[in-house]
Nanobody, 124 residues
Framework: VQLQASGGGLVQAGGSLRLSCAASGRTFSMYTMAWFRHAPGKEREFVCAIRWSAGATYYANSVKDRFTISRDNAKKTMYLQMSSLKPEDTAVYYC??????????????????WGQGTQVTVSS
């Protein structure tokens, strides 16, 4: 599966951004897509995930109630609506694909395919 992420940019604290991740290639009946982020000097961090067919969503505590993950089945596109952004949200955001459902959706090692990353910078 090929993933193309877009939508990053520079925003002031308290602002909003929407990221997109378009998938192409082989399709599966059940799969999971997720967003991770990587800030300088930090480990790659799970942000949120969605089980594509079921629509179930999962969030890291640090973004819960501020970020919303969603998908458009027809477009095979996943979105991340980010609101009330904080400087600590600054990172490169990556989308990822996992061709099954797993209880360890928060582990980067479980994802087979990754997008190229899109930079999100939140100024204070």
């Amino acid at each position: 599966v090929q993933l193309q992420a877009s939508g990053g940019g520079l925003v002031q604290a308290g602002g909003s951004l929407r990221l997109s991740c378009a998938a192409s290639g082989r399709t599966f009946s059940m799969y999971t897509m997720a967003w991770f982020r990587h800030a300088p000097g930090k480990e790659r961090e799970f942000v949120c995930a969605i089980r594509w067919s079921a629509g179930a969503t999962y969030y890291a505590n640090s973004v819960k109630d501020r970020f919303t993950i969603s998908r458009d089945n027809a477009k095979k596109t996943m979105y991340l609506q980010m609101s009330s952004l904080k400087p600590e949200d600054t990172a490169v955001y990556y989308c990822a694909f996992q061709p099954y459902y797993s209880g360890t959706y928060y582990l980067a090692s479980g994802y087979d395919d990754w997008g190229q990353g899109t930079q999100v910078t939140v100024s204070s």
